[in-house]
Structure formats: structure tokens, C-alpha cells
């Protein structure tokens, strides 16, 4: 499948789209989900055009991993999450939900998440 540079974070990423940026360096951007699902609901995005986290983590360069996972360290450091916890999500393809096909994770914590996947 090839990438789509019409998606919504591709849209974003070209400033064609406001976001509420939480976090941001040379690989990596961070935004407010916009229907959040939790007190905290932050979206990190890698500013290549990776469909999805096994075309990341297949393709990605080295700094490109390494600046990803850092910056989810800093955004659940600054957060205030890591004491108490918090849930990352990849959605991937059609079975995972995933809707918008720009690799992203998504934050969620500030309260108990809950079960693991709906029944
Ligand atoms: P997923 O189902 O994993 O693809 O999640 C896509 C997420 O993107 C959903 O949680 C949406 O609420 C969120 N979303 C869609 N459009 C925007 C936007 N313009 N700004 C921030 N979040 C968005």
C-alpha cells in the first residue's frame, strides 16, 4: 500500500491543518487528540510518511527510532504519567481501527484506561 500525503497528519505536518502541538524536534510531532478519550490523549507522530508502526519500524532510520521513543519518554515525563501509568495504542490497518493511515501512537492516561480491547 502505498502512502497517502492527502491524509489528515500529513495535512498537519504541512501546516495545512492546526493541531494543539504538545511536542516537536526534527523527526517527531506530538498533538492533543482532538475526541479525546482520556484526561490526557496525545497523538505522536513521526514526521516521515510511515503508514503505520511496522513500516516504521521496518524503514525508519536509526535517529528517526530513536527520536520517536524519546519523545514519548519526554511527552509522559512532562505529563506527569510515569508514576502512575499509561496505555500506548498503534491502531494498524482495518482489524486494529486504524483510521488515519500516518503512523501514530496514541498517549492515554490521567485516569485508569480500562480493559485491554472491547468485548
Ligand atoms: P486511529 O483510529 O488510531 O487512526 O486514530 C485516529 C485519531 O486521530 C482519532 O483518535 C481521532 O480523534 C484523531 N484525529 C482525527 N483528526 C484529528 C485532528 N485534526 N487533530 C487531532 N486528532 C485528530
Redesign the pocket.
Known sequence: MAYDDQN??AK?LRGE?P??EVYQDDHVLA???????APV?I?VIPKGAYISIDDFGVNATPEELKAFYSAIDKIVSDKGLKEAGFRC???TGEN??????HF?M?ILGGKKIGPMVSS
Open positions: 489528515i497528519f498537519i491543518i493541531c494543539q498533538f492533543n487528540d482532538i475526541a479525546p478519550q490523549h497523538l495504542i498503534a491502531n486494529g481501527g486504524q483510521e488515519v493511515p501514530h496514541h
